[in-house]
């Protein structure tokens, strides 16, 4: 059984920052990608970024790029969110999301909260 487990969130002034981490737990043989999505009050989940296990190649949505950077520790399967100059649109449930083949799992997900 594969587990997610995320850390980091929290309530934030904008433009400070926070780093989301996703730590993999379980019976994982051979991680292909992970990723962070988001969903905010009312509104449907949303892609936020993407990194490859193999060779760390990332992706980005467009509202994020140049400000959120994806990393990995493939020692720990642990996933890194480094979010600055966050926004208040930023505001929502982050989740990890993790492909082992043709499975899926997610995490529980962290609440981001940017306000003043």
């Known amino acids: 059984q594969v587990q997610l487990v995320e850390s980091g969130g929290g309530l934030v002034q904008p433009g400070g920052s926070l780093r989301l981490s996703c730590a993999a737990s379980g019976s994982i043989f051979t991680i292909d990608r992970m990723g962070w999505f988001r969903q905010a009050l009312g509104k449907e989940r949303e892609f936020v970024a993407a990194i490859s296990w193999s060779d760390g190649s990332t992706v980005y949505a467009d509202s994020v790029k140049g400000r959120f950077t994806i990393s990995r520790d493939n020692v720990k399967n642990t996933v890194y969110l480094q979010m600055n100059n966050l926004k208040p649109e930023d505001t929502a449930v982050y989740s990890c999301?993790?492909?082992?083949?043709?499975?899926?799992?997610w995490g529980q997900g962290t609440q981001v909260t940017v306000s003043s």
């Open positions: 999301k993790m492909n082992i083949g043709p499975s899926t799992h």
